[in-house]
């Protein structure tokens, strides 16, 4: 199946099983904004447990805070939101389309990388087991001007941005002859700036009101309260705080489904070292969270790191965890070394001390600083887009059959287990009932009677449901049930009393936990 098709269904059956609706739907939606139904929210709010514990309860130097939205306008100015938060774009003058310059170039280096992996997947496919990768790549001529493409356009690309040379930017577009994908022309308007920000007014009146922004990054919450939890937590460096929460820009081009959205929500952490081991902590950060994500299952090669050659000016290290998306390798997750740029902002435009006195160093001073910054909404994205897969499967009279189902780790699933009697009769309803009534308290379970049994699995089997429990008759008899696995298909024979037990040592959020710290 074409991958535009296999994303195609995957947003619908996102819809169609109460995942994620098109925000105020019935107003025909607002663009780039999303709501998250019945078991969208259950599902965000396991990731965000998973994330959440992985930092504060697995590190005694990482606390937790919740800041406002709403800061103090100077934040934004010092913060360089005000002046530099902005994405350059660039009209089709036929389509009527607008772009990211950046993200039209981004693209034709994708272009080129893809003719490259091409290139070296058809060597693989020759050689077989005797392939040499990094010779091929060497030496093979093919290869090997593409690369010299890539690094021209990387170089040129990086100057323009850094310059901010708007001009640049846009003969970049018009010498690669990058053409708009909806028209296939290239008549480009000139480059512009837009600020990403959101504005709005707080006060009564007009005159009293001041200018504040909804914050387009939940970072700014954590370093300004630096000192106040640095100092009632009693920290001592190196530190950590984390924060979840919502964040907002104004995208120029919206797209992807909750890939990029004008509302969305971030998981951020930032950790105050002290200056000259940054590149350090980098280096251990970048590894934790690679951790993080291949521990829930979906394969390492579906992951991988993108370092930046361009850094922001106050940057002096920063890589991407990029995962293989339907439509290709994007970014889920930012990691940067900060310097001791925003603290330093802060000192600067509040007037404020922003240091931080070492007892064995016998000194003070602005910490530096790394960033982990990754998007709820994408790791959401990356899950189920992982996640569900139509299988084909043969029945046992040799007919083919399929099913839609979600693969989701079992300690994400926002449904644990569905309980099932298997007719609407003697006593099986009860019976379920009863389990429910004690199970509940440590899973979310699910009570359904209605069609047939194989209807019912195949209903759990799409919400990503791990366990199906089926009271039968012999329930009656000798306190046992089955339960189905979703995965495999392959039913079991339990008692009800080991149900707990079973289901519990599979489903929590501790065994991922755990898996960080023991592998
Ligand atoms: P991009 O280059 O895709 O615009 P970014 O580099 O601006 O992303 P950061 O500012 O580093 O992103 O934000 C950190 C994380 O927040 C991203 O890795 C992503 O997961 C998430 N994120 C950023 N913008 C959006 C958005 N518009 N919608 C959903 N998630 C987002």
Known sequence: MAQEDIFKKLVAHCKEYGYIFPSSEIYDGL???YDYGQYGVELKNNIKKYWWDSMVLLNENIVGIDSAIFMHPTIWKASGHVDAFNDPLI????????YRADVLIEEQLAKIEDKISKEVEKARLRFGEDFDEKKFRE??????????????LN????KAMNDNDLAGLRQIIIDNEIVCPVSGSRNWTEVRQFNLMFETEMGATSEGASKVYLRPETAQGIFVNFLNVQKTGRMKIPFGIAQIGKAFRNEIVARLFIFRMREFEQMEMQFFVQPGLELDWFRHWKEIRMKWHTSL????????????????HYANAATDIEFRFPFGFREVEGIHS????????H???????????????????????????????RMFLQIVSAALQEEELKKDDGTLDSRVVMRLPSSLAPVKLAVMPLVRKDGLPEIAEKIIKNLRFDFNCQYDDKDSIGRRYRRQDAIGTPYCITIDHQTIDDNSVTIRYRDSMEQERVKISQLKDIIAEKVSISGLLKKLQNE
């Not at 170089?155 to 990086?158: H, I, L």
């Not at 000192?347 to 990754?374: A, C, H, L, R, W």
């Open 338 to 345: 900060r310097t001791d740029f925003d603290l330093k902002q």
């Open 139 to 152: 030496t093979n001529q093919r290869v090997l001007a593409n690369q010299t493409k890539i690094d021209e």
């Open 91 to 98: 009209d089709n003058k036929d389509s009527k389309k607008r």
């Open 31 to 33: 663009s780039a904004v």
């Open 347 to 377: 000192q600067n435009f509040s007037g404020k001390k922003m240091q931080y006195f070492d007892p064995e160093k016998g000194e003070s001073y602005i910490p530096y600083v790394i960033e982990t910054s990754i998007g709820v909404d």
């Open 155 to 158: 170089a040129r690309f990086s």
């Open 297 to 312: 299952g979906f394969g390492e090669e579906n992951y991988r790191f993108h370092d930046h050659t361009k850094l922001a």
